[in-house]
């Protein structure tokens, strides 16, 4: 399974983005990156997912480096409903190894 | 749709004693997943299925811990004999590629052996 690379935590103030890296500098030519989210007590949701061009969706946007050895979940406006532990996933099918994660804080 | 139903919420037994973990996925999904998470070691995934046959159970533990998905509307992870180090949050989740294999998670069940 494919490695990645996620800080341990980060903080946000509200209404500001967040940028969230993302490290896989071992990603093979069909593994597609995923991220999920987990809120305190619950199980893990989808927040996008791309393969090499940046994706937008209504939750976040996805930024992948050029070389895919990267990438960057984007919240453009962070909320307090934010605050969760953020996973990275390389995935070429649907078989997910979930690594620890960063835990956002959202300050108000 | 009422999303990854699972059963129960929270669990409670001693040592020694059979667990049954029950899970509903999505009507329509054909890939079923079931995962351990604990402080330790996170979220692994134990076993999946597609179409109702195990694919992968290289995640499974020990031989103690066993799965089944009879039908596709119903599933079971069962521990016996359950052990203090069992105690963790197991989540199911089920997927059908739309494109992606975007899973969705249960509320997991809260296991507490004693």
């Known amino acids: 399974d494919a490695k990645t690379t996620q800080p341990n935590s980060m903080e946000s103030n509200e209404e500001e983005p967040v940028h969230l890296p993302c490290n896989h500098s071992t990603i093979s030519g069909t593994d597609y990156i995923h991220w999920y989210r987990q809120l305190p007590s619950q199980g893990p949701e989808y927040v996008i997912h791309?393969?090499?061009s940046n994706v937008n969706n209504r939750m976040a946007s996805l930024a992948i480096a050029e070389d895919r050895k990267s990438s960057t979940l984007i919240l453009h406006r962070a909320t307090l409903r934010d605050a969760a532990v953020y996973y990275c996933?390389?995935?070429?099918?649907?078989?997910?190894?979930f690594g620890t994660g960063t835990s956002l804080t959202v300050i108000p | 749709d009422a999303g990854v139903i699972q059963s129960p919420r929270h669990e409670v037994t001693e040592m020694g004693q059979e667990v049954t973990l029950r899970c509903k996925p999505i009507?329509?999904?054909?890939?079923l997943f079931w995962y351990r998470q604990t402080m330790m070691r996170g979220l692994e995934l134990l076993i999946y299925f597609n179409n109702n046959v195990p694919i992968d159970d290289s995640g499974m533990p020990e031989d103690r811990f066993s799965a089944k998905m009879p039908n596709a509307s119903f599933s079971t992870l069962k521990i016996q004999p359950s052990e203090p180090r069992d105690s963790a949050v197991y989540f199911c989740?089920?997927?059908?590629?739309?494109?992606?294999?975007?899973?969705?998670f249960g509320p997991g069940t809260r296991l507490t052996v004693t």
């Open positions: 009507s329509g999904h054909d890939y």
């Open positions: 791309g393969l090499t």
């Open positions: 989740a089920s997927s059908h590629w739309t494109g992606s294999y975007e899973q969705y």
């Open positions: 996933i390389l995935s070429s099918g649907n078989q997910f190894y």
